[in-house]
């Protein structure tokens, strides 16, 4: 097989498979399926685990060279809002916060994990990381077929990096996948709260149950409810609902497995996420 030249290499992770995609986006964009696997139903995967099932992957892709971007499943990071001390004055001292609040959230430090944030000293802000060990070993893998590594990235990030600005002023923003909805009150082009829900089996059939809940986490959070909701994932299309003035829910990206026909699920999802 020849060696792929042109675009860039995206690499979705999930917990249940992994998906290869490579992306053009000019002079038409394009997007082609370079290989998935799909991990044994209800198997614990390491992160050596997921290295190891990584490399083939791209051993047969014949994709050695390109720029790639790597979108993992939110189960694989944690992401928190953060709010600075009164006294902040220097980067350091939001640093000092998010550790802090990461410790008090998850019982262990900071130490072991890779972070990054929206930072501000002022208003609060959202901070992700990456077990320091995950990223290790998929930066070795990259490094053995000589991707050029643009961005290691939990889904979440990607998603909203990408479409932040097309969201209208006061609309909230959502990734769903698999059975994990993260929701996020986002107000002036920043996110100010951030929740993971687990779904009810019933929810992805009934719209509702998305209204109502984002109803449900305003009143927790203290704010004023959305009247518009921007999403990215697997998003069931009974939630699609475009009344303006009253509930807007609209998808952002593309259904990628329905647009392709490949039903490799979750990871090319995953993949397509924050593409252009």
Known sequence: MPRLTGGELRIGLATSGIALLHHRGWPRQRSTVLG???????????????????????????????????????AWARSWMVTPPTNAVRLADCQAAAAARFQALYGEPLSDWQSAADWHARLPFLA??????????LRRVCAAHRLVLLEIVPQFIA???????????????????????TLGAASAGRLCALRSLVLPRSAGTDPQWLRQTVQREALRW?????RALGLCGEVPAAWIVDAPGDWTCRRLDHDFRVET????????????????
């Open 222 to 226: 203290t704010l004023a409810p959305p």
């Open 128 to 137: 992700s990381a990456l077990p320091a060990a995950l990223v290790t070993a």
């Open 159 to 181: 998603g909203w990096n990408r479409w932040c600005a097309a969201l209208e002023d006061g609309a909230w923003f959502g990734v769903l996948q698999g059975s994990i909805l």
């Open 36 to 74: 998935s696997r799909e991990f044994a139903a209800g198997a614990a995967v390491s992160v050596d685990d997921l290295a190891a099932q990584l490399d083939p992957l791209l051993a047969a892709s014949s994709c050695r060279g390109l720029p790639a971007r790597l979108v993992l499943a939110d």
């Open 261 to 276: 026909g490949n039903p490799a699920g979750s990871a090319l999802q995953l993949a397509a996420t924050g593409r252009p």
